[in-house]
């Protein structure tokens, strides 16, 4: 039998209603909205991509926050990326706010019914079968000439809504990004106050207590499977809009990993820790592509080693542990 | 039945494979609990390797033939730098902490080992062809047949027959099975676990880097090769259990034929194929074929 730390949520209840995260929330969305216009380009698109990938890592939070790992993302993140792009190639939509609710839809229906299956594994073997999984979509877009093989296929938008993006495609996709994102964070924030979301920690504390209490482990581990892939459907819908481009990879483990490696890094102490976490890793990864490409992977490793090693929370700990001080 | 035959034929040579690949993922699984990520890496630098000694052995003008030999001290060089190296110096600080927190550390000694290996070898792909070519091929009724393969199969063969005399007939297997099934009562009873790890840790590295050194004369080594096939090897080692010998050579054989069918019959589900059956077995029997059942631990 092992003794288990209680998590930092159990210590430190967040307060409902307007608290310090949303505060700050709002304050980063004024910010994004107000700089957007007036960044470079290449900025606008970092920062576009930044956002988007962290949505993603939310979902990825949650799940973590739960006690489970995926190594299969990826399959959600694609999934997304496919189901924005297929309106486009197929019916020619090119409707922002249609497409991403189709990457939405689509990997949430998915993950309602691959979550009966994976709900019942813990630890490695979560990892596992949910890689396998992406793995086969990896697998089938490969092969699938219609979607374009490995080359996969590009995509375009016009509209916004029905509202023609014209001249200013670049400005309202950045702040599309950034009010999904937004709202993403703040959801998550009030979905991890609430009765529900408080379990998944508990979850990850012992689950047979949770039983105990009543409430169905099954159940709330499948509602945040599902929550997750939907976060992780509108950022694949995000950055397959902002690159204009999807294709196989986006399924393949290695960019499930990545996703590991931002959630690691930022670690699950606040809402806010992946959008630090993914912006942190955009803007190292541009450089590092720009002037080492080949030392990359060599310092993310050693990162990743030295945040496990020293840093168990994340580099959101950082901010905590000073308050705590 | 020709097309029967060959399909068995390719099943069992890819199966081969397979089963070189993954056996060491599953005794380090076996023994220490951890699913090593960096298997894949360690593969590809038994690759490299191969391509430089045996490189080195070819430019110097010695017997072709010897390049087998560089194949194998390829793999025995790698295992013996990069096992005690990663085991000693990074494993090891490790242990006692949570499994999926393990294989994050392997998965950034993955990361770490993708640009060393970059870096020491570049990006270019290299080839060792000589030791592929220089035996030939054999005929089985209208099929050609490359003599290597042949080589594969008795060599995964000879692996799988001597890893399973060692755990069961020898003492020093037996103090290894004594620490897989309870790792404190064997330390209780005077087995050294820390050097059974690091033998056993060292010993799964050569493994994966015999797996690259076999398969350099085969491919053309370059960037990217680590990932496809730790994957593969996971989906070997999860069909059949973690951790478990008869597991891993039943995983190799079903992946080998399934894809081997796939690759006649059915070439458009080729790669998806393994993950499928990799994602049945775990929904049919969630530990794998020959896993054991576990008690509820609370």
């Known amino acids: 039998m092992q003794v288990n730390k209680p998590s930092q949520s159990l210590?430190?209840?967040p307060a409902p209603g307007v608290d310090r995260t949303t505060l700050m929330l709002v304050g980063a969305l004024v910010i994004l909205l107000a700089v957007g216009p007036i960044l470079p380009r290449w900025a606008m698109f970092m920062l576009n991509v930044s956002l988007s990938w962290g949505t993603v890592v939310l979902g990825m939070?949650?799940?973590?926050r739960t006690g489970l790992v995926s190594f299969g993302t990826g399959l959600y993140y694609c999934l997304g990326a496919y189901a924005a792009g297929a309106l486009h190639h197929f019916y020619g939509i090119a409707d922002v706010a249609v497409m991403l609710a189709a990457s939405v839809a689509v990997a949430a229906a998915v993950a309602v019914v691959l979550g009966f299956l994976l709900a019942k594994y813990r630890d490695i073997f979560f990892a596992m079968l949910s890689l396998a999984f992406s793995m086969i979509l990896y697998g089938l877009l490969v092969k699938t000439s219609a979607l374009g093989s490995t080359d996969g296929f590009g995509l375009s938008v016009k509209t916004i809504a029905g509202f023609p993006l014209g001249e200013w495609e670049r400005n309202l996709m950045f702040s599309t990004t950034v009010v999904v994102a937004f709202c993403a964070a703040l959801g998550m924030h009030r979905y991890l106050s609430s009765?529900?979301?408080r379990l998944a920690s508990a979850i990850r504390d012992n689950e047979l207590r949770v039983?105990?209490?009543?409430?169905?482990?099954?159940?709330?581990?499948?509602?945040?499977y599902v929550i997750s892939a939907a976060l992780a459907g509108a950022g694949g819908g995000l950055v397959g809009i902002a690159i204009g481009h999807v294709d196989p990879e986006m399924a393949f483990w290695t960019t499930s990993g990545e996703f590991v490696f931002i959630a690691i890094l930022a670690g699950t102490g606040s809402v806010l820790a992946p959008f630090l976490g993914a912006i942190i890793f955009e803007t190292v990864r541009s450089f590092a592509y720009e002037y080492s490409p080949n030392t990359w992977q060599l310092i993310l490793g050693t990162t990743m080693l030295l945040v496990i090693m020293f840093l168990p929370g994340g580099l959101w700990s950082i901010f905590t542990r000073r308050k705590a001080a | 039945m020709n097309q029967f035959l060959a399909i068995v034929i390719d099943g069992i040579i890819y199966s081969s494979w397979l089963f070189i690949i993954a056996v060491g993922l599953t005794l380090i699984y076996g023994v220490m609990k951890i699913l090593n990520v960096a298997h894949g890496s360690l593969y590809a630098l038994g690759a490299y390797a191969a391509t430089a000694f045996g490189g080195y052995w070819l430019a110097q003008g010695y017997p072709p033939i010897g390049s087998y030999g560089m194949l194998v001290l390829a793999a025995v060089f790698v295992g013996l730098v990069a096992g005690p190296l990663i085991e000693r110096g990074l494993l090891r600080l490790m242990y006692g902490k949570d499994e999926v927190v393990l294989v994050l550390v392997t998965y950034a000694v993955f990361l770490i080992l993708e640009d060393m290996t970059k870096l020491a070898f570049g990006v270019d792909p290299l080839s060792i062809p000589e030791p592929y070519g220089l035996l030939g091929s054999f005929e089985i009724g209208e099929l050609m047949y490359p003599t290597y393969s042949l080589v594969l199969v008795l060599v995964s063969v000879f692996v799988a027959v001597a890893l399973a005399l060692f755990l069961g007939r020898t003492r020093h297997g037996k103090v290894l099975q004594a620490v897989i099934h309870d790792r404190e009562i064997a330390s209780a009873v005077g087995i050294n676990v820390s050097r059974v790890y690091l033998v056993t840790f060292t010993a799964g590295v050569m493994l994966a880097a015999l797996g690259g050194a076999l398969t350099a004369p085969t491919i053309s080594v370059q960037p990217g090769i680590a990932a496809e096939v730790i994957v593969l090897a996971f989906a070997v080692v999860v069909i059949g259990g973690l951790g478990s010998l008869g597991g891993a050579a039943l995983g190799a054989v079903i992946v080998g034929m399934v894809r081997a069918w796939a690759v006649h019959k059915w070439p458009e589900v080729e790669l998806f194929s393994v993950y499928a059956v990799m994602?049945?077995?775990?929904?049919?029997?969630?530990?794998?074929?020959?896993?054991?059942?576990?008690?509820r631990k609370i």
């Open chain 1, 11 to 13: 210590k430190r209840p």
């Open chain 1, 61 to 64: 939070l949650l799940l973590m």
């Open chain 1, 195 to 197: 009765h529900q979301g």
């Open chain 1, 211 to 224: 039983e105990y209490m009543g409430a169905s482990v099954r159940r709330v581990i499948h509602v945040n």
């Open chain 2, 279 to 295: 994602a049945l077995v775990l929904i049919m029997r969630p530990k794998g074929l020959f896993a054991a059942p576990e008690a």
